[in-house]
């Protein structure tokens, strides 16, 4: 069984930043990708970033490509989303998510653990 829990979310201004964190436990963290969803209020679950297991491969959502930086610390167990120049159409429940497949991956079916998400609120 593997436990991902995410922090870091919060209130912020429009152009703000914040950094999101991911701490996976349970099992051994480098034997999965991991990647960032949102769900805003009243729309469906958007894939955001996914770094694979060592890290070499990285993709991102349209919507945050250019803003959004992902990132892994295989010695804290721990993946990051930063995100610069927030807007408040950013404004969602971010939940991270492993899957032990290869490779890196866009759709939620492929992720087989989920954390419980954190809310970002961009206020313009």
């Known amino acids: 069984q593997v436990q991902l829990v995410e922090s870091g979310g919060g209130l912020v201004q429009t152009g703000d930043s914040l950094r999101l964190s991911c701490a996976v436990s349970g099992r051994t963290f480098s034997e999965y990708a991991v990647g960032w969803f949102r769900q805003a209020p009243g729309k469906e679950r958007e894939f955001a970033a996914v770094i694979s297991r060592g890290g070499s491969i990285i993709d991102y959502g349209d919507g945050v490509k250019g803003r959004f930086t992902i990132s892994r610390d295989n010695t804290k167990n721990t993946v990051y989303l930063q995100m610069n120049n927030l807007k408040p159409d950013d404004t969602a429940v971010y939940s991270c998510?492993?899957?032990?497949?290869?490779?890196?991956?866009?759709?939620?079916?492929?992720?087989?653990?989920w954390g419980k998400g954190t809310l970002v609120t961009v206020s313009s």
């Open positions: 998510g492993a899957s032990a497949l290869s490779g890196v991956f866009r759709s939620a079916g492929r992720v087989d653990y």
